[in-house]
């Protein structure tokens, strides 16, 4: 419902009343004006871009704090992790007003990130982090449109994983702590990332029919998906090397005291080896699991065997990794082609000569 009336002042009141019930009114010094801001209001209404005046003057300050409310229900560490990228979301737009934020200020945003030497993985985590934030708040009827899109994003970056050779997993595993072993082992034969080596308890490992399935990461929490409780086959002579002092053990990897071990503290011994052993200054525990990956690629794995070992949601993941490590199918396209090309002139040769 909508109207214009003179005031006695000589001021045209419009007024209009919200989907909500809630009346607004500006007074205006002609019908005209007042007519045109009023057809604005209903035409944004039709077009479903409509935003409560009040509304429209939130900060992206704000609105992360509204935000961030909502995601805390999510594990501790997913939303410490959104909370490192909304501080930054903060430094650079906290003070403007959401519907203020255009394409163009993303664009600049994430090129200065760039070039302050920020990885092209980590500004594209951001600029995906704030899309999303952006997303909730269209979704909310806080703005109308996500000035985030595909032509804002800077891009993840092509990296290809650094891939150990048996010999430098060996040194690794030589030159960490004694009790910090099996989380190496655990790494470059199966598979398992730092918070599930972590997290791993003896309960977890089938030492007699080798199989090892993760059930929580690091304290205790529970694994972020169905796909990383995929249970991994390892082999015999691998299980018997898990399985010494594990019946006086709670998890499989412990420290001399019969603690839990943190992520960090395999991570620093890790920083530590790879000094003495020569590797990588970038080298991280992490890149065993390319090494395992490179294992079952080179002893002939298909891509459906890889993605299942390395317990990837889709193998479309595991090509992004990984696909550069499988053989060159060169000569075998070629001699695909070569068969066919081959009985075509042996068929024309017989035709002749019958």
């Given amino acids: 419902m909508a109207s214009i009336a003179k005031r006695t002042d000589g001021q045209w009141r419009a007024r209009y009343r919200d989907a909500a019930g809630k009346e607004h009114a500006r007074h205006f010094p002609r019908k005209v004006d007042a007519q045109q801001w009023l057809d604005t209001v209903t035409s944004s209404v039709v077009t479903g871009s409509y935003l409560d005046p009040k509304t429209a003057r939130t900060t992206v300050g704000q609105w992360c704090d509204t935000w961030l409310e909502g995601y805390g229900t999510r594990r501790a560490s997913t939303v410490r992790q959104a909370e490192v990228h909304v501080a930054k979301i903060r430094d650079a737009f906290g003070g403007m007003r959401l519907s203020a934020v255009k394409p163009s200020h993303v ?33 909310d009827g806080v703005i109308a449109r996500n000035p985030c899109s595909r032509r804002t994003s800077p891009g993840a970056g092509k990296q290809r994983p650094y891939v150990a050779t048996t010999e430098q997993v060996w040194a690794l595993h030589d030159a960490v702590p004694d009790h910090l072993r099996p989380a190496v082992l655990l790494g470059a034969f199966a598979g398992l990332r730092t918070a599930e080596v972590c997290g791993l308890r003896v309960v977890d490992v089938d030492f007699m029919r080798g199989i090892v399935t993760p059930t929580v990461q690091y304290p205790a929490e529970p694994l972020k998906s169905d796909a990383s409780r995929t249970p991994v086959p390892i082999p015999q002579a691998l299980a018997l090397e898990l399985a010494e002092g594990a019946a006086e053990r709670t998890w499989v990897v412990e420290t001399p005291l019969g603690e839990q071990v943190g992520p960090w503290q395999v991570d620093r011994a890790v920083r530590a080896a790879r000094v003495a052993v020569g590797m990588p200054t970038g080298f991280r525990f992490h890149d065993l699991r390319h090494y395992f990956a490179s294992l079952l690629i080179a002893s002939g794995a298909d891509v459906k065997i ?33 068969l066919v090309l081959t009985a ?3 068929s024309l040769r017989t035709r002749r000569t019958s």
Avoid at 111 to 137: E, F, P, T
Avoid at 316 to 331: F, G, I, Q, R, V
Wanted: aromatic content about 8%; overall charge positive.
């Fill in 107 to 139: 664009k600049a945003w994430t090129a200065k990130l760039k070039a302050g030497g920020a990885a092209d993985s980590y500004v594209y985590a951001l600029h995906s982090r704030l899309s999303q934030i952006m997303a909730d708040a269209v979704h």
């Fill in 306 to 338: 890889v993605q299942a070992r390395l317990r990837h949601a889709s193998a479309t993941t595991t090509l992004n990794t990984y696909a550069h490590l499988w053989p060159d199918s060169e000569e075998s396209t070629r001699a695909a082609v070569d």
């Fill in 344 to 346: 075509r002139a042996d």
